[in-house]
Nanobody, 116 residues
Framework: VPLVESGGGLVQPGGSLRLSCAASGFTFSRYIMRWHRQAPGKERELVASITSAGGSTYPSDSVKGRFIISRDNAKNTVYLQMNSLKPEDTAVYYC??????????WGQGTQVTVSS
């Protein structure tokens, strides 16, 4: 399995979680990494992207100022630090890896539930 997410769980509104996505079987440092999420009954949504060397990040408007994407190429891992969580952040969170026009790798997802 090329991508494995972890770190999801149940958190109260206003709380924080850090998701991890561990990569294997490909040259991680070449790939643009992204986090996506999908809430029940909704389409999958792009949450944040990070360039291969980690020099640039692109959070979506819905999470800007609250979520931070980062990566450690030495550990083949991408992270999503989620702060000030809201109930509407509840979703299954997926990471993906893309390089040039090659097929995108996807993880199996990790559930995040924000509820009191």
């Amino acid at each position: 399995v090329p991508l494995v997410e972890s770190g999801g769980g149940l958190v109260q509104p206003g709380g924080s979680l850090r998701l991890s996505c561990a990569a294997s079987g490909f040259t991680f440092s070449r790939y643009i990494m992204r986090w996506h999420r999908q809430a029940p009954g909704k389409e999958r949504e792009l949450v944040a992207s990070i360039t291969s060397a980690g020099g640039s990040t692109y959070p979506s408007d819905s999470v800007k100022g609250r979520f931070i994407i980062s990566r450690d190429n030495a550990k083949n891992t991408v992270y999503l630090q989620m702060n000030s969580l809201k109930p509407e952040d509840t979703a299954v969170y997926y990471c993906s890896a893309q390089w040039l026009s090659l097929p995108t790798y996807w993880g199996q997802g990790t559930q995040v539930t924000v509820s009191s």
